[in-house]
């Protein structure tokens, strides 16, 4: 069973940087998009970037400029630098691919989350 699994969260204190990494454990194929998605503690979770096959790139108005999302299509993997960080940018981070499976459609893969926690 394909598994996706984060790395690289952490304890970071505000200014600082971290580079959050995802890689999945199986193959999979036709991966379309790459993305992240964090959720603090009482909020809904949200997406915070993705990234599409093409290299075209979405961010949440509250990372642009501070982060940047990329990825390794030979190894599928999906990164995410995160500079500049605030004590608003702590949440459990979250990676998901979507892929195109030739029978089902698209299907989605997600990762069990990894903790950012930014200090003041």
């Known amino acids: 069973q394909v598994q996706l699994v984060e790395s690289g969260g952490g304890l970071a204190q505000a200014g600082g940087s971290l580079r959050l990494s995802c890689a999945a454990s199986?193959?999979?194929?036709?991966?379309?998009?790459m993305g992240w998605y964090r959720q603090a503690p009482g909020k809904q979770r949200e997406l915070v970037a993705i990234?599409?096959?093409?290299?075209?790139?979405h961010y949440t108005d509250s990372v642009k400029g501070r982060f940047t999302i990329s990825r390794d299509n030979a190894k599928n993997i999906v990164y995410l630098q995160m500079n500049s960080l605030k004590p608003d940018d702590t949440a459990v981070y979250y990676c998901?691919?979507?892929?195109?499976?030739?029978?089902?459609?698209?299907?989605?893969?997600w990762g069990k989350g990894t903790l950012v926690t930014v200090s003041s």
């Open positions: 998901s691919f979507r892929a195109w499976a030739v029978v089902a459609g698209f299907v989605d893969y």
């Open positions: 199986g193959s999979i194929d036709s991966i379309r998009t």
């Open positions: 990234i599409g096959d093409g290299g075209a790139t």
